[in-house]
């Protein structure tokens, strides 16, 4: 499963940009809530995460399937989104772009 191996880039990233004016937040979707809490476990996953058990996150954002990745400005507007895994580089990548830096 994908998820498996993209949780510890998004962790190591997170960690990298903690306190930079960027967050993560992770959101389990198509699994059950105890699932989810397992995934957040096994990864040592330190940035928040929810549940998504009536989908409404996925509908509002366009979520289907996982793993989906978006960046969401302070006005909940989606700046980019992807589906599949992600590579550190892309993340990265991604986040300098977004913010000029």
């Given amino acids: 499963m994908t998820?498996?191996?993209?949780?510890?880039?998004w962790e190591r990233t997170y960690r990298d940009w903690?306190?930079?004016?960027?967050?993560?937040?992770?959101?389990?979707?198509l699994d059950s809530r105890d699932a989810s809490a397992a995934f957040v476990t096994k990864h040592g996953l330190t940035?928040?995460?929810?549940?998504?058990g009536d989908g409404r996150v996925a509908k509002l954002y366009g979520?289907?399937?996982q793993p989906f990745w978006a960046v969401i400005d302070r006005?909940?507007?989606l700046l980019r989104a992807a589906f599949g895994p992600t590579g550190e580089r892309e993340l990265v990548s991604t986040i300098k772009m977004l913010t000029g830096r």
Avoid at 3 to 9: E, G, S, W
Avoid at 18 to 29: D, N
Avoid at 47 to 52: E, L
């Fill in 63 to 65: 979520f289907t399937h």
């Fill in 47 to 52: 940035f928040p995460n929810g549940y998504d």
């Fill in 18 to 29: 903690k306190g930079k004016g960027i967050e993560f937040v992770g959101i389990g979707l």
């Fill in 3 to 9: 998820c498996n191996r993209d949780a510890p880039v």
């Fill in 75 to 77: 006005q909940g507007r």
